[in-house]
């Protein structure tokens, strides 16, 4: 059993197209964390979030916790090819050093 | 410059040898990570040192040893490998994050190893 649930697992669509990737849990989070993996790399940091309800942006991407500290969303506007690759959630419990990455999601923006 | 440099980047092996695979990284951080990635690209904890000191220690065979000379430095070693162990494995580092609220994590390139 996964901590962390990613959904959808696969996502393959348009260039242009909005899409929207869910990382859940029935867990408390102090932190979550947003990755993204190319192919042959390994995970990039592309932003943390720890206040429930705390939104944030990073160009085309928008990342929202959820008020209750159990979820969060990552939005991509207007994809672009670029944008391919693996995004996993990671989540960081108080006074722990692990990180519980969640299951993935595999994005594939065709030009 | 290389953040965080792992070595050999690929791996293939007979069943039952033993092998190591090494990670350093530049960044001055205390704390290194040996993450295992399977073909599912599930991404799991294995160990974690900081400072030297072992400070998670998941349930992996105990085939799998770390060892980490000093703080730049995190080695894994695998005895008797098994076909099951293929997999990626990467390396990562941090700087120690205040009340559970996580620094970045900077992951090397990825060790793929196959046992044949």
């Known amino acids: 059993t996964q901590l962390l649930e990613q959904s959808p697992q696969f996502l393959s669509i348009q260039e242009g197209e909005n899409l929207t990737v869910y990382c859940n849990s029935s867990s408390v989070f102090s932190s979550l964390q947003w990755y993204r993996q190319e192919p042959g790399e390994g995970p990039v940091l592309l932003v943390t979030v720890v206040t429930g309800g705390e939104v944030k942006k990073l160009k085309r991407l928008t990342f929202q916790f959820g008020d209750a500290r159990k979820d969060s969303s990552l939005h991509i506007t207007a994809a672009q090819p670029g944008d391919t690759g693996l995004y996993l959630c990671?989540?960081?419990?108080?006074?722990?050093?692990?990180?519980?990455f969640g299951s993935g999601t595999r994005l594939l923006v065709r030009p | 410059d290389t953040a965080v440099s792992q070595t050999p980047k690929y791996l293939v092996t007979q069943m039952g040898n033993d092998k190591s695979i090494k990670c350093e990284q530049n960044l001055g951080h205390d704390t290194m990570y040996w993450y295992k990635q399977d073909s599912k690209k599930f991404l799991k904890i294995m160990f974690s040192?900081?400072?030297?000191?072992?400070?998670i220690n998941e349930t992996v065979p105990n085939r799998f040893s770390p060892k980490s000379p000093d703080k730049a430095h995190l080695n894994l070693h695998i005895n008797s490998l098994e076909l099951g162990d293929s997999a990626v494995y990467f390396c990562?580092?941090?700087?120690?994050?205040?009340?559970?609220?996580?620094?970045?994590?900077?992951f090397g390139p990825g060790t793929r190893l196959l046992v044949l």
């Open positions: 040192y900081n400072n030297k000191e072992l400070i």
């Open positions: 990562a580092s941090s700087q120690e994050g205040v009340g559970g609220v996580w620094e970045t994590q900077y």
């Open positions: 990671a989540g960081s419990f108080a006074s722990s050093y692990k990180l519980i």
